[in-house]
């Protein structure tokens, strides 16, 4: 009787022990997610207080919400090459930039031009022909990658390729010019007739508060080149929670000019799991 009456203890004790575990973790991912959304509605809250003229491209700031604490890095879209708008020599410009060389760049940068562009149907279409010689079981899309780690899905690109590549480019700027104050040293590199002396002279100047931006522009010497921000924000959010949880996300959102909302949430990545933190 005692030895099953202890049997019953020592599963009761189990059981309570287990649950006021779960209990302590759910309330930390709570408070983990509130930090994140937080620090979501704080940056948006920072960029459509200004009007579109002088709202930032890019910045950071931390802030304490209740006893937690978030840092949010923020930039624009325009920091990066849009694989559906941009043009051939941009999209080869970077991989030349990234170690590809000048033979191979133009050909890899054929392939991603060639699935993002529509096509008649019943049309023999040349893309089409080299997938199924590859035996692919699967056409080019013919249409905008919805997502930047579609590339993974383009052939004639090898896997390495696309792996460096990726940091760089977006779906979400719908621009064909990038933001030369903000992009990565690789990306300003991609801009067609960029020198490597003329790109350690923007890179210089560009680090200084007191140049005119416009003249950045002027240096860069492309069309491409701009200084304006996209719509679209890329967020980098730390949260600590008061329990010291840490946890991180990247966060895409579009700026929105009307509506009950000031913004749209794009794309969630949380950095501890990889899972989407919302809907998309």
């Not at 090459?81 to 060389?101: H, R």
């Not at 040349?126 to 079981?137: F, I, K, M, N, V």
Request: charged residues 20%; without cysteine.
């Amino acid at each position: 009787m005692l030895a099953a009456l202890a049997a019953l203890a020592l599963i009761y004790l189990t059981y309570v022990t287990n649950t006021a575990v779960t209990v302590a973790v759910n309330a930390d991912r709570l408070q983990a997610d509130a930090l994140m959304n937080a620090g979501l509605e704080l940056t948006a809250y920072r960029l459509t207080a200004q009007n579109e003229a002088t709202r930032p491209t890019s910045g950071t700031f931390n802030a304490r919400v209740g006893a937690g604490r978030v840092s949010v890095t923020f930039r624009s879209e325009a920091a990066r090459i849009d694989l559906n708008m941009a043009p051939k020599p941009i999209l080869a410009g970077l991989m030349m930039a990234l170690g590809v060389s000048e033979t191979d760049a133009p050909t890899y940068a054929d392939r991603i031009m060639a699935w993002r562009s529509s096509t008649e149907a019943g049309q023999d279409n040349p893309e089409d022909s080299y997938y199924r010689t590859l035996g692919a079981p699967y056409l080019p899309r013919h249409a905008p990658f919805p997502h930047s780690d579609e590339l993974w899905l383009v052939r004639g690109i090898p896997p390495a390729v696309i792996e460096r590549v990726l940091p760089y480019v977006t779906v979400f700027s719908n621009m064909r010019t990038v933001n030369v104050l903000d992009a990565a040293p690789q990306v300003v590199a991609a801009l067609p007739g960029m020198t490597p002396e003329t790109l350690q002279r923007l890179l210089r100047d560009r680090a200084d508060p007191n140049v005119d931006p416009r003249s950045l522009v002027g240096l860069a010497g492309s069309a491409s080149a701009t200084t304006e921000g996209a719509k679209t924000y890329r967020l980098t959010i730390a949260a600590e929670s008061p329990a010291h949880r840490a946890s991180a996300a990247e966060i895409v959102i579009l700026l929105l000019d009307s509506g009950d909302e000031p913004y749209r949430v794009l794309s969630w990545h949380n950095a501890f799991d990889g899972s989407a933190g919302k809907p998309l």
